[in-house]
Nanobody, 127 residues
Framework: QVQLVESGGGLVQAGGSLRLSCAAS????????MGWSRQAPGKEREFVAR???????????DYADSVKGRFIISRDNAGNTVNLQMNSLKPEDTAVYYC?????????????????WGQGTQVTVSS
């Protein structure tokens, strides 16, 4: 059974930090690209960050402009856990954050394309 389980969400004041984690199981996720999207109340889900699978040439990362320089995506050596370190949080970062996985790196950035999604974790940033 394939599962992506997010954790680490919560309530934080503006300027604070949170670290989200996504534990993947049921597939060899080290061969999958993974990433994060978010959905704020009344808005469509949007791409946040993605990270390529682990391979000999290194790891690639990309970020939405809105989080670049504040968020850092990483994955463990086994490739089955992906983390999102969120710093300098702003009230506009408030959303449900979803973990995603797909064999194609390009799919992570496109809505409805990732093969697997987690259930989401709530992040609330107070002003």
């Amino acid at each position: 059974q394939v599962q992506l389980v997010e954790s680490g969400g919560g309530l934080v004041q503006a300027g604070g930090s949170l670290r989200l984690s996504c534990a993947a199981s049921g597939r060899p996720f080290s061969t999958y690209a993974m990433g994060w999207s978010r959905q704020a109340p009344g808005k469509e889900r949007e791409f946040v960050a993605r990270i390529s699978r682990i391979n000999w040439s290194g790891i690639r990362r990309d970020y939405a402009d809105s989080v670049k320089g504040r968020f850092i995506i990483s994955r463990d050596n086994a490739g089955n856990t992906v983390n999102l370190q969120m710093n300098s949080l702003k009230p506009e970062d408030t959303a449900v954050y979803y973990c995603a996985a797909d064999r194609l790196y390009s799919s992570i950035q496109r809505e409805n394309e990732p093969e697997y999604w987690g259930q989401g974790t709530q992040v609330t940033v107070s002003s």
